[in-house]
């Protein structure tokens, strides 16, 4: 199939005239100004038909490789402080277009006649001039900024830059100390990802020293009963958590989603059931809790009452208990201290 040909095929010279095919080979390939064909011909039919790609050739990605220099940091923060000045004037966006000569590797930015309202600018591409010692063909990009808002590629910046090659920087939050930017590359009508660091020199952050991140760690996940506990909230057998306690639907009354890591579950050690069944008001797979006090959680087959996030000695189900008059706040805790040296016989970390 490496011999098949790949034929380009021209407008006819007037509207009026068919398209013009080659006769041969039997099997040939098409590039037409709406996609890829086949040509196929044999004895009993003569097709054309759209194709994917033409299967006996390389396969290719979109890519680009930038040979321009980054915009001197110098320059960048002229155009910065140039649309600092716009906002405190008009209150509105400004925009600059950029030039870059290649043979020299230099940058310049001419500001165009432009009309500015709070969120919009408006100017002739056409009429923009060159800075001295470029030509209308060094346009290569442009800048400008949100005023107010935060830094985004809009719908009408995606029309505007879609012919328009070079880097695209937006400046946003005008009113605030620290400002937000939103930048990439449109290269032959394709947009590519680009951070500031990729389009201005300068700017760089400097790298993380891993000695002091090797410092930092997030507690390991301990396992309560059916559930794992971390950080604010108890994992369930589903293996989610978000910001509560978790039944077993892994939810927490719809007001949080399902999130974070999943995690394997360990199988329930056995435990000792807690003064029967508990109260109504908590009784089934789902939990309840208060701010800053005890999380419990209640499961339906064997009434086991979680131990997580202790403020006093005492769960909801044993609160009630005392409220009744039918423990004592020392039997309370008593029970409490029991069940955390029960569960640390088998292995299970309790949160203090």
């Not at 559930?227 to 989610?240: A, L, Q, V």
């Amino acid at each position: 199939m490496l011999n098949v040909p790949i034929h380009m095929i021209a407008k006819p010279a007037a509207e009026n005239l068919p398209v013009e095919m080659p006769e041969s080979p039997d099997i040939y390939y098409c590039l037409a100004s709406n996609g890829i064909f086949k040509r196929i011909k044999n004895p009993y039919y003569s097709a054309i038909v759209n194709v994917d790609g033409v299967g006996h050739l390389a396969e290719l990605k979109e890519s680009a490789e930038i040979f321009a220099a980054r915009i001197p940091e110098t320059l960048f923060r002229r155009i910065e402080a140039f649309f600092a000045d716009v906002y405190e004037t008009h209150k509105s966006e400004a925009a600059v277009v950029l030039f870059y000569n290649p043979e020299v590797m230099q940058w310049d930015v001419s500001v165009p006649v432009q009309e500015v309202q709070g969120a919009s600018v408006k100017y002739d591409i056409g009429s923009v001039d060159p800075p001295v010692g470029f030509s209308s063909h060094h346009r290569f990009g442009s800048i400008h900024s949100h005023a107010a808002m935060s830094a985004f590629f809009s719908a009408t910046d995606d029309h505007d830059e879609m012919c328009f090659d070079g880097p695209h920087v937006v400046i946003g939050c005008f009113d605030k100390l620290i400002r937000t930017y939103a930048t990439r590359w449109m290269l032959a009508g394709q947009t590519f990802k680009a951070t500031l660091e990729d389009i201005v020199e300068g700017v760089e952050l400097p790298k993380a020293d891993p000695t002091w991140a090797a410092r930092v760690k997030k507690p390991a996940p301990t396992f309560v009963g059916k559930h794992w506990s971390h950080e604010n909230g108890i994992y369930s057998p589903s293996g989610y958590a978000g910001h509560g306690v978790f039944g077993k639907s892994g939810s927490a009354g719809g007001a949080v989603e399902n999130s974070g890591p999943k995690l394997d579950i360990m199988p329930k050690p056995e435990v000792p059931k807690l003064l029967g069944t508990p109260p109504s008001s908590v009784v089934g797979s789902h939990s309840s809790y208060g701010k800053d006090k005890r999380f419990t959680s209640f499961d339906d087959d064997d009434d086991f009452c979680m131990l997580d996030r202790i403020d006093g000695p005492s769960s909801a189900f044993l609160s009630k208990a005392v409220s009744d008059g039918k423990l004592s706040k020392g039997e309370a805790d008593e029970i409490v201290e029991e069940i955390v040296e029960e569960l640390s016989g088998f292995g299970v970390d309790v949160w203090p």
